[in-house]
């Protein structure tokens, strides 16, 4: 498998970006999919996430702000990041739920996110 985000930029407090990320390698659309990010010096949490079926959920700190959504035909997820804060800037990643995992390096396969930084 195979993912590869895009999007990302600097952005000021208040603006948008939208993240895509195409996976390859494995059957997408039967898959639940979630963006997820990284802050420096924090662990990564996901921030979003959409099922095979469409149905969305959303961490709390960005409810409201974000929206995932997903192209099965394109094997690609979106988020659309509104209303962007300081505290977004991290480097976002999609993945599988659970995450893809690499018996090759006994961990999680993260593939190439994509940074969003924020500027107050």
């Known amino acids: 498998v195979q993912l590869q985000a895009s999007g990302g930029g600097l952005v000021q407090t208040g603006g948008s970006l939208r993240l895509s990320c195409v996976a390859s390698?494995?059957?997408?659309?039967?898959?639940?999919m979630g963006w997820y990010r990284q802050a420096p010096g924090k662990q990564r949490e996901l921030v979003a996430h959409?099922?095979?079926?469409?149905?969305?959920n959303y961490a709390d700190s960005v409810k409201g702000r974000f929206t995932i959504s997903r192209d099965n035909a394109k094997n690609t997820v979106y988020l659309q990041m509104n209303s962007l804060k300081p505290e977004d800037t991290a480097v976002y990643y999609c993945?599988?739920?659970?995450?893809?995992?690499?018996?090759?390096?006994?961990?999680?396969?993260w593939g190439q996110g994509t940074e969003v930084t924020v500027s107050s």
């Open positions: 959409i099922t095979s079926g469409g149905s969305t």
């Open positions: 993945n599988r739920l659970p995450p893809y995992y690499s018996n090759y390096d006994r961990a999680n396969y």
């Open positions: 390698g494995s059957i997408f659309s039967l898959n639940d």
